[in-house]
């Protein structure tokens, strides 16, 4: 049984270019969210998508964007980056539109420079 | 908006003592979640609990549900170097979609 799959594990890119990040569930999850971990910090929540739409939003800026896909999974995408998207990009799985008894992938650590 | 205070920040212990934590909030949780998370990886699910005055263990790991609904406690018994770590409590905001995560307490163990 897959947990959640992060890819890729670490990225580094230059100021003003744009990333994108990919997040596969655990398998019988339908629900995806995405958190940003600054270094020292809590994770913050950043948006949710379930049903292939974007349930709910973090106070993020539109530079931040996603997808999901039918089969569930999904991609987060940085446009614009700055110095301080620099962070550890977590992505969690569960079931049925709600953020609960979330399970989260390894990260994907991303460094701006 | 909803927040979650974890004290202690951190704790340095010697391995074999009994190590206890706390997370309040200045507003009700439905529900409250222990994480721990290691170093450059993702934080990983302990214990969930549900009900005030909850009680659940979880090998050497008991958590409580404070019966205010707003505070919960992470107690971890005979502590071993494995345990060290970041330990994050978590709840759900209203509506249930996103996770609200505390400060964290920082745990080392020292053999």
């Known amino acids: 049984d897959a947990g959640v799959t992060q890819s890729p594990t670490h990225l580094i890119k230059t100021r003003g270019q744009q990333v994108t990040l990919r997040c596969s569930p655990k398998s019988g999850h339908d629900t995806v969210s995405w958190y940003q971990q600054a270094l020292g910090q809590g994770p913050q929540f950043i948006f949710q998508?379930?049903?292939?739409?974007?349930?709910q939003r973090g106070n993020f800026p539109d530079r931040f964007s996603g997808h999901q896909f039918p089969n569930y999974s999904s991609e987060l995408n940085v446009n614009a980056l700055l110095l301080g998207d620099s962070a550890l990009y977590l992505c969690a799985s569960s079931l049925g539109g709600l953020g609960t008894e979330a399970f989260f992938g390894q990260g994907t650590r991303l460094t701006v420079v | 908006g909803q927040q979650l205070n974890q004290s202690p920040q951190s704790m340095f212990i010697q391995e074999g003592e009994d190590v206890s934590m706390n997370c309040t909030s200045s507003?009700?949780?439905?529900?409250w979640l222990w994480y721990k998370q290691d170093p450059g990886e993702g934080p990983v699910l302990l214990i969930a609990l549900y009900k005030a005055g909850e009680l659940t263990s979880n090998g050497r790991l008991t958590a409580q549900f404070g019966i205010t609904r707003k505070d919960s406690f992470l107690n971890i018994s005979a502590s071993i170097p494995s345990d060290v770590g970041i330990y994050f409590c978590?709840?759900?905001?209203?509506?249930?979609?996103?996770?609200?995560f505390g400060t964290g307490t920082r745990l080392l163990v020292s053999p």
């Open positions: 978590a709840g759900p905001s209203t509506g249930f979609q996103k996770l609200v």
């Open positions: 998508y379930y049903e292939e739409e974007e349930r």
């Open positions: 507003s009700i949780f439905n529900t």
